[in-house]
């Protein structure tokens, strides 16, 4: 099956600072990715679309200048949390779509852990 | 707006018996797929089963099987002969046109021996 990985797989980071989380589509071109947060023992919350070669589209109250995404290839996108702070803190999950029919299945990344101190 | 509402925080079922995990949803559109997603303590999320709105018939794969019922926009799991390895968080879950998928809250099973 379709693999998408994601690195690092956690990271600590100190207040202020920026992390950088990459996703993967390892076997196969990913039209789009799309970005979810989810807080312990809650859901998944969608955070944005990455879209190849053009800007991401963000969900309602979630801030473009601090979760900055970046789609370069077919099988890379990025999420940027800039100024980490503590309420950052959170498990970011990725998935990645290709071209299918009749939809596009999502295929999910394992996940970032980040701990902003 | 999509909506997904799983009322059932958390189950619990025997081991070797059959459970029935709760989902109802909401959409504007006509085209959409259903599904129910398995997160095991290692967080991935793993795909269990999913179901096209425009068939009629139900899902099955091996012991996950569905009920869905359109009109009442109902989409329940069943997992027969409760093992172990099926204690996890699952997820209900509904895509459209933009494959945009929105996740129910979720239920936690436990699977007693």
């Known amino acids: 099956g379709a693999v998408v990985s994601q690195h690092p797989s956690r990271v600590i980071c100190k207040s202020g600072t920026s992390v950088k989380i990459e996703c993967r589509s390892l076997d196969f071109q990913a039209t789009t990715m799309f970005w979810y947060r989810q807080f312990p023992k809650k859901s998944l919350m969608l955070m944005a679309t990455?879209?190849?070669?053009?800007?991401?589209?963000?969900e309602q109250g979630v801030e473009k200048d601090k979760f900055l995404i970046n789609h370069a290839s077919l099988t890379l996108s990025t999420l940027t949390v800039t100024s980490a702070h503590p309420e950052d803190s959170s498990f970011y999950i990725c998935?990645?779509?290709?071209?299918?029919?009749?939809?596009?299945?999502?295929?999910f990344g394992p996940g970032t852990r980040l701990t902003v101190l | 707006a999509q909506t997904v509402t799983q009322s059932q925080p958390e189950m619990s079922v025997q081991e070797a018996e059959t459970v029935t995990l709760s989902c109802t949803y909401d959409?504007?559109?006509?085209?959409?797929?259903l599904f129910w997603y398995k997160q095991p303590p290692s967080r991935q999320m793993i795909l269990v089963i999913r179901?096209?709105?425009?068939?009629?018939q139900n899902a099955t794969e091996n012991r996950f099987s569905v009920n869905f019922q359109k009109a009442a926009k109902s989409f329940s799991l069943k997992i027969s002969d409760s093992q172990l390895g099926d204690a996890a968080m699952y997820f209900c879950?509904?895509?459209?046109?933009?494959?945009?998928?929105?996740f129910g809250k979720g239920t936690r099973l436990h699977i007693l021996p």
């Open positions: 179901q096209e709105a425009y068939k009629q």
């Open positions: 998935s990645a779509g290709g071209a299918g029919e009749p939809y596009n299945e999502q295929f």
């Open positions: 879950a509904l895509t459209g046109r933009d494959d945009k998928i929105i």
């Open positions: 959409t504007s559109e006509s085209d959409y797929y």
């Open positions: 990455s879209n190849e070669g053009s800007k991401a589209t963000y």
